[in-house]
């Protein structure tokens, strides 16, 4: 399972991390977590690929959005080397759990969830 905390210090030191970043993580990591439980999922451990990014950090990530809502703490990669998470994932799962993710093609080692809508308002997006 993985924690809030580890989700929030992944980059930055839990005292530094805004309250409203904290509160969005604490609505986002039990709707990954409950992913994780939800029958048929072919993983048991979700490896944090990147949690909580500070908007320092995040303009230093190669390929990071400018207005990535990992800023926010409303969004986690996890690391899908194989695709199994991807090719298990359909939208009434995500729907059931109020997430999106953004499409497996632009995501090829990873599964990127967020609980932000995105523009489209679509499950599954292109970035």
Same mark, same amino acid.
């Given at each position: 399972?993985?924690?809030?905390?580890? #989700? @929030?210090?992944?980059?930055? *030191? *839990?005292?530094?991390?805004? &309250?409203?970043?904290?509160?969005?993580?604490?609505?986002? =990591?039990?709707?990954?977590?409950?992913? @994780?439980?939800?029958?048929?999922?072919?993983?048991? #451990?979700?490896?944090?690929?990147?949690?909580?990014?500070?908007?320092?950090?995040?303009?230093?990530?190669?390929? &990071?959005?400018?207005?990535?809502?990992?800023?926010?703490?409303?969004?986690?990669?996890?690391?899908?080397?194989?695709?199994?998470?991807?090719? %298990? @994932?359909?939208?009434? =799962?995500?729907?059931?759990?109020? @997430? #999106? *993710?953004?499409? !497996? &093609?632009?995501?090829?080692? %990873?599964?990127?969830?967020?609980?932000? !809508?995105?523009?489209?308002?679509?499950?599954?997006?292109?970035?």
């Amino acid at each position: 399972m993985l924690t809030v905390i580890e #989700y @929030l210090t992944q980059h930055e *030191r *839990r005292e530094n991390v805004p &309250a409203a970043v904290v509160a969005n993580a604490e609505d986002l =990591i039990p709707r990954v977590n409950s992913l @994780l439980d939800e029958p048929g999922c072919p993983v048991t #451990y979700f490896e944090l690929r990147s949690g909580y990014r500070p908007p320092a950090f995040n303009a230093k990530t190669p390929n &990071a959005s400018r207005t990535s809502k990992h800023m926010t703490g409303d969004a986690v990669d996890v690391s899908d080397n194989d695709g199994a998470i991807d090719a %298990w @994932l359909t939208d009434a =799962i995500l729907e059931r759990h109020g @997430l #999106y *993710r953004e499409a !497996p &093609a632009a995501t090829p080692s %990873w599964c990127h969830l967020q609980q932000v !809508p995105p523009r489209s308002g679509n499950r599954t997006f292109n970035p």
